[in-house]
């Protein structure tokens, strides 16, 4: 049987349209059953971004103790930076993975945890929409 993210992967990148986060909402709609709503236009430049992820975080999730199944995983650049990055996390051969879109990639796709930092991403924490 196919794990459900592979009906995500290739999903085109469209920006302002389909993005990381439309991406994230879907799965939690259409995998998890969670009923997630974001802003139909969504900013295009991280600083913008990182402000709106922050702030659907702060009203709409609850940071998790331990990564689970479907969780939301927002990811920084860098340190310092603010999350500016969603992402779902799921295990695959008993190793965690993060489903996400990027403008590089142009396509959704997944990436090992362990593999993040090679593209300079930290996982800021692991949340579930309430």
């Known amino acids: ?20 986060a439309a991406l994230a909402a879907d799965v939690q709609r259409e995998v998890f059953g969670r009923p997630v709503a974001i802003p139909g236009e969504r900013p295009d430049d991280p600083a ?6 922050v702030s659907l975080q702060a009203d709409h999730a609850r940071r998790l103790d331990e990564p ?7 990811m920084r ?3 310092l930076a603010r999350p500016w990055h969603v ?3 799921f295990e ?22 362990r593999d993040l930092a090679r593209f300079g991403l930290s996982v800021e924490g692991y949340y579930t929409w309430i």
């Open 77 to 79: 650049r860098g340190p």
């Open 68 to 74: 689970q199944e479907g969780a939301v995983v927002l």
């Open 92 to 113: 695959q051969g008993g190793e965690g993975c993060i489903l996400h879109t990027t403008r590089s990639a142009g396509a959704a796709t997944v990436v090992r945890l």
């Open 48 to 53: 913008a971004s990182a402000a709106m992820l």
């Open 87 to 89: 992402g779902t996390y």
């Open 1 to 20: 049987m196919a794990h459900w993210s592979e009906t995500y992967i290739g999903r085109p990148y469209v920006p302002g349209t389909y993005d990381c």
